[in-house]
């Protein structure tokens, strides 16, 4: 997947983090508008399916995330580590550890953890506020001091990283996300 820009585009002169939001916006948005993500309030088999996948996918993240990421932006999410570690999913879904592997191999590449640091990251702080009133008893997950989401995307805009192949993975992370949503209810 390569997501292009014209070279005449607006998009040129933006910071990483507001190109690739600009560039990724309509697979953002086919995570958002996915049945799964309308669901979530609702049904509580979405919303602890969707709890579990945050976690795996954080235990994979927080293992590197000091060495990347300076500790005074306080986005590690530990404490939710903690209080949910003893919970398990009874689905078992192929998409998901599709999903998680992938994970892991780009935790071994600057560029591409940076760029999944973007994409689960910023959108726990994006979304917090609303998955908040969905999940209080998840509230540590969900909370950010308000400098923090603009500190990350400031210290994402300033690393000399491929610029590219940070928006294509996160192009890529957000079409993984809808292939796990799919799979929730092919297997329901």
């Known amino acids: 997947m390569l ?8 998009l040129e002169n933006l910071k990483l983090c507001s190109r ?10 086919l995570v958002d508008s996915h ?20 976690y795996k996918v954080l235990i994979i ?22 209080c949910y570690k003893y919970r398990d999913s009874s689905h078992s879904l192929s998409s998901l550890d599709k999903l998680l592997s992938k994970i892991s191999v780009d935790t071994l590449n600057r560029t591409l953890y940076l760029s999944e640091v973007y994409l689960w990251y910023l959108s726990l702080m994006s979304g ?5 009133q969905h999940f209080p008893q998840y509230s540590c997950l969900f909370t950010f001091f308000k ?3 603009t500190q990350l995307k400031k210290y994402i805009d300033s690393q000399n990283i491929n610029e590219q192949l940070f928006i294509d993975n996160v192009a890529i992370g957000y079409s993984l996300i809808t292939s796990v949503f799919d799979e929730f209810y092919e297997k329901k």
Request: proline fraction near 1%.
């Open 128 to 132: 917090g506020r609303i998955l908040k």
């Open 61 to 82: 993240l927080e293992t590197k995330l000091n060495s990347v990421i300076p500790d005074d932006l306080n986005v590690s999410r530990k404490e939710f580590l903690e």
């Open 20 to 29: 690739t939001y600009n560039l990724t916006r309509d697979y953002h948005k």
């Open 35 to 54: 049945l799964f993500v309308k669901n979530i309030e609702y049904g509580s088999e979405e919303a602890e399916f969707y709890i579990y996948m945050i």
């Open 147 to 149: 400098e923090t989401k």
């Open 3 to 10: 997501i292009t820009m014209d070279k005449s585009s607006s």
